[in-house]
């Protein structure tokens, strides 16, 4: 067999290369149609695998994915649901342990060559590019299975390779304004942002604010310490930004600013708006 080390651009794949490279009497048929020759190339290292024999025939299964939904008093109706991978089994493929009349030019009577190479890629997952000069074929894939046998004592070995679209895996882009130091620490067990960030409106208090994040407004104080801006928990102002830390982080309370002690001594309740006398 033959394998080449090429640079394998768009214009290696064009038909008119291909039908240059074939001797005159091989590049039509009796049909008057250019010879399919079917190839694999290694895209991690270049090299490429020109099948000796053409198959007999060969289907590229494209397909989308397609999710039914039954709607109440309306029936079912069906909605894209991404896209499937691609794939193909090649039945059939002829390893010819001497040479026919019909082999593709430069193909070798070794079928344990051609098998030594398919199995490697098969079984190290290498990124390969299944390429049919003349078609839209022209996909990456990767070899799923690699099934063999013989059929009339010649010792021609006949494969069939069951092929699988690769697409990799696309990971969302940050931003450059959410990225880097700017990002909040995660909480390992949870995934969500561990420090938080409020801005104080109009009418907020701490004790609502406490209520809200930590779902226990007497929080109030803890919160209040761990923002050292705040030298009163009882007054807070529109526009102040307050760090919010994850419970488990919360400093211990500092002690009572004049204005609470005084008002927890009276049995005072602040309201939110202001302090009511019980």
């Excluded at 690769?166 to 909480?187: F, H, I, Q, T």
């Excluded at 209040?224 to 488990?248: H, R």
């Amino acid at each position: 067999y033959e394998i080449l080390t090429s640079d394998w651009s768009s214009d290696v794949c064009s038909s008119d290369l291909w039908r240059t490279a074939l001797p005159s009497s091989w590049r039509r048929g009796t049909g008057g149609h250019m010879l399919r020759i079917l190839s694999f190339i290694d895209e991690s290292g270049g090299t490429e695998l020109t099948l000796p024999v053409t198959p007999a025939s060969y289907e590229w299964r494209c397909a989308g994915k397609i999710e039914t939904v039954r709607l109440d008093q309306l029936g079912e109706i069906s909605l894209p649901a991404g896209r499937r991978m691609g794939e193909c089994v090649l039945n059939d493929i002829l390893l010819p342990a001497q040479l026919y009349p019909f082999c593709v030019p430069g193909a070798s009577a070794d079928p344990a060559g051609y098998l030594r190479v398919l199995e490697s890629w098969c079984r190290n997952g290498s990124p390969l590019r299944w390429i049919v000069p003349g078609t839209s074929i022209n996909v990456p894939v990767l070899i799923e299975s690699i099934t063999q046998g013989e059929k009339d004592g010649t010792n021609d070995v006949y494969i069939s390779l069951s092929l699988k679209e690769r697409r990799k895996p696309e990971a969302p882009v940050l931003s450059a304004a959410s990225s880097g130091s700017d990002l909040a620490p995660r909480d390992t067990q949870t995934g969500a942002s561990s420090a938080k960030t409020y801005t104080v409106q109009k009418g907020d208090c701490l004790w609502a604010i406490a209520k809200k994040y930590y779902g226990d407004g007497a929080e109030y104080k803890k919160l209040a310490a761990a923002n050292p801006f705040i030298k009163n928990p009882n007054l807070i102002y529109p526009g102040q930004v307050l760090t919010i830390p994850a419970a488990k982080n919360l400093p211990s309370a500092e002690a009572d600013a004049p204005s609470t002690a005084l008002a927890e001594s009276a049995n005072a309740v602040w309201d939110g708006t202001g302090w009511t006398i019980q």
